[in-house]
């Protein structure tokens, strides 16, 4: 008696490859952190300190300008991977306030725009447009507070 092959036989052994393929391989490596996110974040701490400025006039005006770019820089961060749960993230803590918050002010910005345009030369067209926008603005506010 020979054994033919059934199409029974031939349709598990389809349906079982993909199978077998997924359960010997290793999932991929998740993907680097986003370098916009360390950008958001330091334009948050950036609001936080400026906040705490009352007796500068233009603080205010530095926050507000601070917050926006980590709405924008956040914004994209989140087109670009989307995030995994629809809960809002944690509130950011407010950093202890420095001896002299005008001149940590000072020095969040400097590093902001220097942090900003390093990440620049890496990013796509699209998204070094965003962060250069985010360079310069930075650059202007630390003009204002000078």
Known sequence: MSESVSRRRVLFAVAAAPLAVACTTEPPPPPPPDP??????????????????TAVP???EIARARETHATLLQAEVDRERPPL???????????????????????S??????????????????????????????ASLREVLA
Request: proline share 12%; glycine share 4%; aromatic share 2%.
């Open 85 to 107: 749960s629809s809960t809002a993230p944690p509130a950011p803590t407010t950093p202890p306030t420095p001896p002299d918050p005008l001149a940590a002010l000072r020095t």
């Open 36 to 53: 916009l996110s360390a950008l958001a974040a330091q334009a948050r701490a950036d609001a936080a300190l400026a906040k705490t400025l």
């Open 109 to 138: 910005l400097d590093e902001s725009v220097r942090d900003a345009s390093a990440a620049v030369t890496s990013l796509p067209a699209y998204r070094a447009g965003l962060v250069g926008s985010v360079a310069a603005g930075c």
């Open 58 to 60: 233009a603080a205010a």
